[in-house]
């Protein structure tokens, strides 16, 4: 499976950014997807999730309100709606797939990854 993230780029603080991740090559009939992200210095966090029918998201606090997260099966893509950015927000985002129908938060769960899209928030 490869996943290939997009839409990264430099933002001021207060404006918006879309990412997306396409997954191609082997396929699940069902799957989670997840977006994650690491700032220079630091660990790996979750930022959202989606379960394979799009019903259950998952948030982390820092994000809740400000980002969606969104899926199309058909095309086997997941997108993550970032408004309202922060200089914080600053780091590189991840997507991951999980096989099975829930996602969840640790990413030891996902066994997929993408190489990442760098996410700059100028203040």
């Known amino acids: 499976v490869q996943l290939v993230e997009s839409g990264g780029g430099l933002v001021q603080a207060g404006g918006s950014l879309r990412l997306s991740c396409a997954a191609s090559g082997r396929t699940f009939s069902r799957y989670g997807m997840g977006w994650f992200r690491q700032a220079p210095g630091k660990e790996r966090e979750f930022v959202a999730a989606?379960?394979?029918?799009?019903?259950?998201?998952d948030y982390a606090d820092s994000v809740k309100g400000r980002f969606t997260i969104s899926g199309d099966n058909a095309k086997n893509t997941v997108n993550l709606q970032m408004n309202s950015l922060k200089p914080e927000d600053t780091a590189v985002y991840y997507c991951?797939?999980?096989?099975?129908?829930?996602?969840?938060?640790?990413?030891?769960?996902?066994?997929?990854w993408g190489q990442g899209t760098q996410v700059t928030v100028s203040s």
């Open positions: 991951a797939l999980r096989p099975g129908v829930v996602a969840g938060r640790k990413d030891v769960l996902y066994d997929y």
């Open positions: 989606i379960s394979w029918s799009g019903g259950i998201t």
